[in-house]
């Protein structure tokens, strides 16, 4: 019997490409002339972006960490797992509530500009959740949180909305750490109560995929009464990449205890092929390949492509040895929560500067090397506040 790690590498190798990923085509979104492909297609169209594939691979990833994160705690002695569950599920949603109400920010009747507002908000959930350690006093965490708490209810009371029949913080969309977070909640408990039952964890990913096809054919149509009462799931596609990885992670964790993982390469390649093949055939009856639209062949073609890519990652770092090929990335796959919420933080600082791009690198080949630069930078900004102790804990 082979003994688990503290850390599959694997699964760090790849969130920390994903989170690189995730940065560059968020900054790419804004820069013309450069190629199509690698943005998000347009909300009516019927195709696929590399932008439309990085989100389904990140919800893959939480659900890849979910057993191996339980599994850790229990190692350590902490029971604690149904709080744990619930306070990250309510952290995510949270910060993606106040992230969705930025993007409705109205400057011209609210006291401090938009720039300033979203970076004293940000400013808050780095003193919010910050991870204080072992050897911070309890006084001084209390303040510090206090304080980000203090300033994040200040920023509350001065929001005011451009939305129409609002005034205030109000409901949008969950935003992305809201739909992970709220994806997060339903897996997680599956897998909690399910004790870690590979079937079960199966079980609960066919029901998503299925759940997510019968939405779009219009079989639960009678059920839209209901919608409104029950609407965790959504549509089941955020469920759906996430408990793909949670089975992935736990049919991983069967094969290294029996000493046949090389057996979890044929399964992973045999059921991207019969996903592929299943995107391609529905694509025709429900609305083509959609990111916007949650479409069953986006939700299928894009589990295959994570399975793949996952295969891949498998075999360079936990066949191969070859984690150091993803050293210069590694703070966006160890933490994070951080990585993500850094830019946050600069692009309000960059519009207050007022320093503009040299024009080359506003669009085509120059605003494509600026956007790599910078999804590179903001690893590293994270890398180096991790080296000064600063980094988030959800």
Not at 203 to 212: D, G, H, L, S, T
Request: proline share 3%.
């Amino acid at each position: 019997m082979n003994k688990l790690p503290d850390r599959i590498r694997s699964i760090d190798a790849f969130r920390a490409v994903t989170m690189l990923l995730m940065i560059f085509v968020n900054d790419l979104d804004g820069i013309p002339n450069t190629p199509q492909w690698l943005k998000h297609v347009a909300e009516n169209a019927d195709g696929l972006g590399l932008a439309d594939t990085i989100f389904p691979a990140f919800l893959f990833i939480v659900g890849l960490s979910i057993p191996f994160a339980f599994q850790n705690r229990l190692k350590r002695g902490n029971y604690k797992l149904l709080s744990r569950i619930a306070t990250r599920s309510f952290a995510l949603i949270f910060i993606g509530f106040y992230h969705a109400n930025m993007e409705t920010y109205n400057e011209l009747t609210t006291a401090l500009p938009k720039p300033v507002w979203e970076s004293l908000v940000t400013f808050s959930f780095f003193f919010i959740f910050l991870d204080y350690g072992k050897d911070t006093s309890h006084l001084k965490r209390y303040l510090l949180q206090g304080f980000g708490v203090a300033l994040l209810i200040t920023m509350s009371i001065l929001y005011k909305t451009t939305d129409p029949g609002h005034t205030w913080l109000h409901f949008t969309w969950w935003g992305i750490l809201g739909l992970i977070g709220w994806s997060y909640l339903v897996c997680a408990l599956i897998y909690y109560y399910s004790g870690g039952s590979l079937w079960i964890q199966l079980a609960a990913w066919m029901f998503f995929m299925f759940f997510n096809i019968d939405f779009h054919f219009g079989f639960l149509n009678f059920l839209s009464g209901l919608q409104q009462y029950v609407w965790i799931a959504g549509n089941g596609a955020m469920q759906a990449f996430t408990m793909a990885g949670v089975f992935v992670s736990v049919l991983y964790m069967r094969l290294k205890a029996n000493n046949d993982l090389k057996m979890l390469w044929a399964a992973l390649i045999l059921m991207a092929i019969i996903l592929f093949n299943m995107g391609f055939i529905v694509r025709y009856f429900s609305g083509g390949i959609s990111k916007v639209r949650d479409t069953p062949s986006w939700v299928l073609i894009c589990t295959g492509i994570s399975l793949i890519v996952y295969a891949i990652f498998i075999f360079i770092v936990d066949f191969k040895h070859k984690y150091k090929w993803f050293k210069i990335v590694e703070p966006a796959g160890t933490n994070t929560f951080t990585c993500y919420i850094v830019p946050f933080l600069f692009y309000p600082m960059y519009e207050m500067s007022n320093i503009g791009y040299p024009e080359y690198l506003s669009q085509g080949t120059g605003g494509l090397i600026k956007c790599i630069v910078f999804a590179f930078v903001m690893v590293w900004l994270t890398g180096l506040l991790d080296k000064i102790n600063i980094r988030l804990k959800i």
